[in-house]
């Protein structure tokens, strides 16, 4: 018996097309979903605080579903990692949960539009993680305690609105 030696093969796949293609999703034969640009139907975050520019948008290719995520800095300079003081994350899912979690599930949060959200915490990083649904899309934000108190993360997250 041996150990799993991790290996991971990268794949690129170049193709032709008989027009230039002008959407913004592409489903696959087996069914999964990536965006080659921002889809119809994103959240915006009404209550973000000034000083927050948005410095990435981009597919989440791991995402067989298609998410979308978007992440705003407060630096000038986007931090490398999700959860990191001075980064702000916004992922969305359409139709379906995020799939976003933490370290430490918290209680639930009732949320003043009557949504309830779920709340992870991880307390070695502060690294915050909110996760809802908004109109059957999920949505999360990844934050941290150093640019944000859990409430107004919740603050935030109640400001979030999807277009008609």
Do not use: K, Y
């Not at 979903?33 to 009404?46: D, I």
């Not at 993360?153 to 999807?162: D, G, P, R, T």
Request: proline residues 6%.
């Amino acid at each position: 018996m041996g150990a799993c030696p991790a290996v991971g093969f990268g794949r690129r796949l170049d193709v032709n097309l008989g027009r230039p293609f002008d959407g913004s999703t592409v489903r696959d034969r087996s069914g999964n979903t990536f965006f080659v640009s921002a889809p119809t139907g994103l959240a915006e975050l009404a209550g973000l605080p000034g000083g927050w520019a948005l410095l990435l948008g981009e597919d989440l290719t791991e995402s067989e579903t298609g998410r979308w995520l978007r992440a705003w800095s407060s630096e000038g300079r986007l931090p490398q990692r999700s959860g990191q003081p001075g980064r702000l994350d916004l992922i969305q899912a359409f139709g379906r949960h995020a799939g976003v979690s933490g370290a430490n599930a918290q209680p639930p949060v009732m949320m003043q539009n009557g949504v309830c959200a779920q709340l992870w915490t991880w307390p070695a990083t502060g690294e915050l993680v909110l996760s809802w649904t908004l109109r059957g899309d999920g949505l999360a934000l990844v934050a941290n305690e150093a640019d944000f108190t859990v409430d107004e993360l919740v603050a935030l997250a109640e400001s979030a609105v999807l277009p008609d």
